[in-house]
């Protein structure tokens, strides 16, 4: 059975820093594409960073040079380092995984970055 349990948020200031991560388990996760998305309460959801096997990486450009995606593969997390948080970050994230046309999400972390 596929699962992945986000851990990680909480509260930030502006300009700190927030390492979310992402707890796989049930499939072969080095080989697996990965991404972190996120949702403002009553918005669609976004892409944040995706991340392939080969690790090739994407980002939505709001967060490009601030956020990176990284997956340790041996002890299956998916990581999400937020730095320079800012106010418009403040959203439930949520991880990724998809496998084969099958995409599985995880239940989500609260991010607020406020002063």
């Known amino acids: 059975q596929v699962q992945l349990v986000e851990s990680g948020g909480g509260l930030v200031q502006p300009g700190g820093s927030l390492r979310l991560s992402c707890a796989a388990s049930?499939?072969?996760?080095?080989?697996?594409?990965m991404a972190w998305h996120r949702q403002a309460p009553g918005k669609e959801r976004e892409m944040v960073a995706t991340l392939t096997a080969a690790g090739n990486t994407v980002y939505v450009d709001s967060v490009k040079g601030r956020f990176t995606i990284s997956r340790d593969r041996s002890g299956k997390i998916l990581y999400l380092q937020m730095n320079n948080v800012k106010q418009e970050d403040t959203v439930d994230y949520y991880c990724?995984?998809?496998?084969?046309?099958?995409?599985?999400w995880g239940q989500g972390t609260q991010v607020t970055v406020s002063s």
């Open positions: 990724n995984a998809r496998l084969g046309s099958n995409v599985h």
């Open positions: 049930g499939f072969n996760f080095p080989t697996a594409a």
